[in-house]
């Protein structure tokens, strides 16, 4: 599902995408990418039921897909393009759906749009993701997030 071909493929996707992109202090990108996964499919077991909405591993709508297209940096987008050859400017939202690098890409890149850094405990990544990625609009919450990464 997702293009996955096992959970470790997702694992060492997490971790290449955060070698490259930056993975923050104590490898907090890298568990705010595993946990955003685990809250938002279930680490690609939960098969996604909304048409036109939520693509991929890591659920992106439209409005953060192009904010991510619009405001990376032209530095992060080279280096993608040179390290993945991917031209981000040039995905499709579509695309995401069955591609579990080019969702975690986009996951990446969206966290490194918000402000601050990501914190060092669960229930602090937690409360970044609901602000930042689930946000006032969407029916996740600080406890789904947290029980689904217990």
Do not use: C
Not at 10 to 21: G, K, M, R, S
Not at 123 to 139: C, I, V
């Amino acid at each position: 599902m997702y293009g996955l071909i096992s959970k470790q493929h997702l694992d060492d996707i997490i971790t290449d995408v955060t070698n490259t992109l930056g993975d923050g202090s104590n490898h907090t990108a890298h568990l705010l990418l595993k946990e955003t996964a685990m809250a938002e499919t279930h680490y690609g077991d939960t098969p996604d039921t909304h048409l036109f909405s939520g693509y991929g591993l890591f659920q992106f709508d439209k409005p953060g897909f192009d904010d991510v297209v619009q405001r990376t940096s032209q530095r992060n987008k080279d280096l993608i393009k040179k390290v993945y050859n991917i031209d981000i400017d040039q995905v499709s939202l579509l695309a995401l759906q069955w591609s579990p690098l080019l969702s975690t890409i986009f996951a990446r890149l969206f966290y490194l749009l918000k402000p601050g850094t990501i914190p060092d405990t669960l229930e602090g990544r937690a409360q970044y993701w609901k602000h930042y990625y689930n946000t006032k609009l969407g029916a996740g919450t600080v406890e789904h997030y947290i029980k689904a990464n217990l």
